[in-house]
């Protein structure tokens, strides 16, 4: 299993060395990748449908609970067909759709990492690699959206797609962690047993969040629904293949895959159906006052998602069943929708509704496998739609409480989806061919015949309802946690309530696709309501939020150091300040203090009357003496307290830097004065705080006690280790060698540097003027 | 004498703060020297300060018989000497470097790169 997944990275792999051969037309090879997955994927059809979940494991990081695991079940398996099937059409799809396009070969890569990562996606049973592998579906739709990168809207909606779907994968880490550490296992499966432990945990509602987070964004629901129609900048088989059966059903598979998890709590179904309902609805209607025929498919795909997220929060296995069917019924009818379109652009130039029509007498299959998919998406028998749509139905009216509202929604929808479908399969093909468009022709045979053969599929299914019956759609349920042995699913129900509605979504919406007619009238209508849109606000808030990093840039990093050490210091000297206050107890003890003789008295004041000459005189020379004096005090100190090593070496040090400055001083820069008298006070106040403080905290610690074992380990084996009597050059050189090895190389790297700048020569055209 | 010393640490500190918060160049270098000492002393104190008991073992013994200073501050400070006198020495060159470049001893005008100024 690892091996198929992994299998679209190696080819993208593979296309890096090998990309030149594949732009020809060897092109249409690659889809072989996808086929034959697809059959590897349908060969465990009869294992799952028996009700067996394959799954295997490799280790990965074992020690954090880590692996890759993988397992198939009716829910995996419906997905990983409709990935490599669809996947499967659409590499052949474009062969022809970007025939000879210079970069195809890296377009192929893309989309071949993007279906091994929708795989991983799917397979995973380890949430980590489950999230890794939703990162990269994230990633290489990126690309794929951005593929036209010449084009800034392209550039720009790529991003808006990364960003949103990107802040979904935050949100699943996160809810994977917490998952984990709740349970103290990373695997779906294993989580399932804990069930009812979960749903009672404390921070149950916590981890449901960010698991709706993710979801949320991926499948685009209200309010992060706006990175899918800017998504349609991609070339239309990107737009196909995200849309209509992987990406964007992501989220939706997330949300199955957690139903058994987290779902059938009040918290789990109220939100989904409050966010499915509002998508589905709000979107539909979106659909109304569009002209583009992409935008139209956007929005109804919305809208579609959001049906799959209302029909899971409503829980029951006929809504699971609903869901199970809708999910076929619209990969089928919305790749086909996507792929027609794709053609009329690719043929006629334009996807403009409201100039499309009369198409039919041009490309009579293509209007053949649009007619048909309108019909499936409008839910008209005998297409597999109807069953949907039916099911739909079934599953609203038998929902708990407010069933009035929810059927009232559902059917809003459908019919808005009705006049969606019908817009964007049957409008362009029918009525009079403008005179523009008598010269379009047919397109090659690989780009009518897999939108064709979708759309027979989806009638195919529609009258034999048995064929996907038990192979796919009862395991679905199955996985969902629902008993799955009385489903039987059949095109004609009897007379009742579902039929009446049925009947009524069907006159209405033809009803609606005849008086209403797309207009760009109608678009700007809408166009109006778009500052106050997600994503207008969204766009705001990015941009306050340059604005405001640009203001704390320029507060902050304003490039005067002085500013910078002020900061720091002053930062400092408040919060240490404030925690010193509220915790001192600064007791001094007077005995254990050494005494204070009077040749030390008389180094303290010489080196404190060196330091303020230092920073008064106005002379260089006498600041650098000072400075000196200041050293060799210190020195001093160092010889009353036990430490000859220190003052000799201080001793040398201060010396070797008084010679260097004075031999440099003639060309050193005056010593000028350049703050005023009020930064100077201010300068002081801050510095004088910062110098007492310091002297406080050093009191302070001096009353704690002190731990000397590193010490007395050293003094004890300095000898019988390494053979020398003074300690301290025994741990600079023998214990602690290496150290004083690499100190010395960075003397060096200061030598090398100092030698450098002295030999260099500046030329006169380096100098700025 | 642990006051005083805490008092020199301190007048170390604000001293150096204080010339590094200056515009000259000349100065800045010096604010560094000072804060160097001031923490090479706060360390030595830190360690606890002892008279008159060098770390090092008589001639005739093979460990120490009686009280000695803690080796362990005292072979930090002497590392952190050296190394600084590699900052300080880099930092004067470069100084006069900069200034014999850009022609100017006020850090202020410093903190542009050519393409902006």
């Known amino acids: ?769 | 004498m642990e006051i005083l010393f805490a008092i020199i640490i301190g007048v170390l500190y604000a001293a150096g703060i204080y010339m590094i918060l200056r515009r000259s160049l000349v100065k800045l270098i010096i604010g560094i020297i000072l804060l160097g000492n001031g923490a090479n002393l706060l360390i030595f104190l830190l360690g606890r300060i002892t008279e008159g008991a060098p770390p090092i073992i008589p001639e005739e013994s093979k460990v120490f018989l009686e009280a000695y200073a803690d080796p362990v501050p005292q072979a930090l400070i002497l590392t952190a000497i050296v190394i600084s006198f590699g900052l300080q020495s880099f930092a004067i060159i470069l100084v006069k470097r900069a200034h014999k470049v850009v022609k100017t001893d006020d850090l202020d005008e410093m903190n542009a790169t050519d393409e902006d100024s």
């Open chain 1, 1 to 769: 299993m690892l091996t198929a997944i992994l299998l679209g990275f190696l080819f993208a792999l593979f296309l890096v060395f090998a990309g030149k051969y594949f732009k020809g037309r060897l092109a249409v090879v690659s889809a072989l990748i996808p086929l034959s997955l697809f059959i590897y994927f349908a060969s465990f059809i009869p294992r799952i449908a028996s009700g067996e979940v394959v799954t295997s494991n490799y280790e990965w990081v074992p020690s954090f609970g880590v692996n890759l695991g993988f397992s198939l079940d009716g829910l995996s398996l419906l997905f990983s067909l409709m990935i490599t099937g669809i996947g499967f059409l659409v590499y052949v799809y474009t062969s022809s759709y970007l025939k000879n396009h210079q970069y195809l070969d890296r377009f192929y890569a893309y989309l071949s990492v993007f279906m091994g990562a929708m795989l991983g996606l799917v397979l995973s049973d380890n949430i980590i690699s489950m999230f890794v592998f939703w990162e990269l579906t994230s990633i290489s739709s990126f690309f794929l959206i951005g593929f036209n990168n010449t084009s800034e809207a392209s550039r720009k909606s790529a991003l808006t797609a990364l960003g949103i779907t990107g802040f979904g994968g935050f949100s699943l880490l996160a809810g994977a962690l917490l998952l984990g550490s709740m349970t103290g296992t990373y695997s779906i499966i294993e989580m399932m047993t804990m069930k009812e432990a979960l749903a009672g945990h404390e921070f149950y509602i916590l981890a449901v969040i960010f698991i709706f987070g993710a979801a949320f964004t991926k499948s685009a629901q209200f309010p992060f629904h706006f990175w899918l129609p800017g998504a349609m900048k991609a070339p239309t088989p990107v737009s196909t293949y995200l849309h209509s059966a992987t990406m964007v059903k992501a989220g939706v598979y997330l949300l199955m895959r957690f139903t058994p998890v987290l779902g059938d709590t009040n918290f789990w179904n109220t939100t989904l159906i409050v966010v499915g309902a509002i998508t589905m609805l709000y979107s539909a209607v979106h659909t109304l006052f569009r002209t583009d025929l992409k935008g139209v498919l956007a929005y109804s795909t919305i809208s579609a998602l959001g049906i799959l997220v209302f029909l899971i929060g409503l829980g029951s296995q006929g809504a699971f069943l609903a869901a199970a069917v809708f999910i076929i019924v619209h990969a089928l009818y919305k790749a086909t929708l996507f792929l027609v379109t794709g053609i009329i652009d690719h043929q006629a130039g334009t996807r403009n509704v409201t100039v499309l029509a009369g198409l039919r007498k041009v490309m009579m299959p293509v209007a053949v496998a649009g007619f048909l998919a309108a019909i499936s998406s409008a839910g008209i028998p005998p297409s597999i739609g109807f069953l949907g749509k039916e099911l739909t139905y079934e599953a609203s009216t038998h929902s708990t409480g407010m069933v009035i509202l929810i059927v009232a929604a559902i059917v809003l929808t459908k019919i808005l989806l009705l006049y969606a479908g019908f817009v964007a399969g049957i409008k362009p093909f029918t009525g009079k061919l403008p005179e523009k468009f008598t010269k379009v022709t047919m397109p090659g045979p690989l780009m009518w015949v897999p939108p064709l053969l979708l759309a027979i599929l989806g009638i195919v299914f529609g009258i034999f309802p048995s064929l996907i019956e038990s192979s796919l759609v009862k395991p679905v349920v199955t996985a969902l946690g629902k008993d799955a042995s009385d489903i039987h699913l059949a095109l004609w129900h009897g007379f009742n309530t579902v039929l009446i509605l049925s009947i009524i979504t069907i006159a209405v919406g033809i009803l609606l696709y005849f008086i209403l007619k797309p207009s760009e009238k109608l678009e700007n209508r809408i166009g109006k309501l778009e500052p106050v849109s997600p994503e207008s606000i969204l766009n705001k808030l990015t941009y306050f939020f340059g604005v405001f990093s640009k203001f704390w840039t320029n507060v902050f990093q304003n490039g005067y150091l002085r500013n910078y050490v002020t900061t720091i210091v002053l930062f400092l000297v408040i919060l240490v300040g404030y925690i010193f206050i509220g915790n001192s107890r600064l007791v001094i003890d007077h005995t254990k203090l050494s005494q204070i003789t009077a040749y030390e008295l008389a180094v303290t004041i010489i080196l404190i009357a060196g330091v303020f000459y230092t920073v008064f005189t106005r002379s260089r020379i006498g600041a650098v003496a000072a400075m000196g004096v200041v050293g060799l005090a210190i020195c001093l100190l160092f010889v009353f307290y036990s430490a000859p090593d220190l003052a000799m070496t201080q001793f040398s040090i201060d010396t070797l830097t008084v010679i260097l400055f004075v031999l440099v001083l003639y060309r050193l820069p005056k010593y000028l004065v350049l703050s005023d008298y009020k930064m100077r006070i201010r300068d002081g106040i801050l510095s004088l705080t910062f110098g007492g403080l310091i002297s406080l905290l050093a009191l302070q610690v001096l009353a704690e006690p002190v731990n000397s074992d590193v010490g007395d380990f050293y003094a004890k084996n300095a000898y019988i280790m390494a053979h020398g009597k003074n300690v301290v050059n025994v741990i600079l050189v023998d214990f602690r060698g290496t150290d004083t090895l690499i100190e010395i190389s960075v003397l060096a790297i200061a030598a090398i540097g100092v030698y450098g700048l002295l030999k260099l020569r500046v030329k006169s055209s380096d100098r700025p003027n």
